[in-house]
């Protein structure tokens, strides 16, 4: 099937800047929108920003706007995300969503997500 997997996480200091990427890979013959979540310990998993496949629309949750940048290859079937200014309250475990999966022209697949990978933010 497809997966989708995270890497780029780690332990930064406030302030500073990471860098996430988010690989599908296996049958894929297109991907419609790709988005980052994040959950955080006792909270509920929460949308960051979103793009669209085509005309690379994005949309950010207001606390990250202005510090984050989601961007996308196509080719590469991969989704990034630029973090920048990071503070103690963006710790979490980053998650990237696909949606509109089509594994061939006409066999949809869906929805897929990734094991997350975690940002730890240290003041």
């Known amino acids: 099937q497809v997966q989708l997997v995270e890497s780029g996480g780690g332990l930064v200091q406030a302030g500073g800047s990471l860098r996430l990427s988010c690989a599908a890979s296996g049958q894929i013959f297109s991907i419609g929108d790709m988005a980052w979540y994040r959950q955080a310990p006792g909270n509920q998993r929460e949308l960051v920003a979103s793009?669209?496949?085509?005309?690379?629309?994005?949309r950010y949750a207001d606390d990250v706007k202005g510090r984050f940048t989601i961007s996308r290859d196509n080719a590469k079937n991969t989704v990034y995300l630029e973090m920048n200014s990071l503070i103690r309250e963006d710790t979490a475990v980053y998650y990237c969503?696909?949606?509109?999966?089509?594994?061939?022209?006409?066999?949809?697949?869906?929805?897929?997500w990734g094991q997350g990978t975690q940002v730890t933010v240290s003041s």
């Open positions: 793009i669209t496949s085509r005309d690379y629309q994005t």
């Open positions: 969503r696909a949606d509109g999966i089509y594994i061939t022209d006409w066999q949809y697949l869906g929805t897929s």
